[in-house]
Nanobody, 126 residues
Framework: EVQLVESGGGLVQPGGSLRLSCAAS????????MSWVRQAPGKGLEWVSF????????TYADSVKGRFTISRDNGKNTLYLQMTSLKPEDTAVYYC???????????????????WGQGTQVTVSS
């Protein structure tokens, strides 16, 4: 059974930092591209960041570029998102998701992900 379990969310002040984790099981994690996707209150899904299976290629949404860093530890089957300089507009539920294609041109299309975690809440507020 495929499982993706996020953790690390919480309440943080503007300008603060958080590190999210996504523990994967039930599939060959080291063979899968992975993304972080978020959903702010009352809004649709927003793709945040992608990392390829080997961890040597990353992509970011303009809204988080320079502030967030995606990484992975294939030996631990874990995906990470280091978030710094957090803003109130970063408040959202953050999901990790498993990408099903090899072509990275379509990473912002959510139907190209076959498994999603349950999400972890990140709230940025003073």
């Amino acid at each position: 059974e495929v499982q993706l379990v996020e953790s690390g969310g919480g309440l943080v002040q503007p300008g603060g930092s958080l590190r999210l984790s996504c523990a994967a099981s039930g599939f060959f994690f080291s063979s899968a591209g992975m993304s972080w996707v978020r959903q702010a209150p009352g809004k649709g899904l927003e793709w945040v960041s992608f990392i390829n299976s080997g961890g040597d290629s990353t992509t970011y949404a303009d809204s988080v570029k320079g502030r967030f860093t995606i990484s992975r530890d294939n030996g631990k089957n874990t995906l990470y998102l280091q978030m710094t300089s957090l803003k109130p507009e970063d408040t959202a539920v953050y999901y990790c998701a498993k990408y099903i294609l090899g072509d990275t041109r379509f990473i912002a299309t959510f139907t190209n992900y076959d498994y999603w975690g349950q999400g972890t809440q990140v709230t940025v507020s003073s």
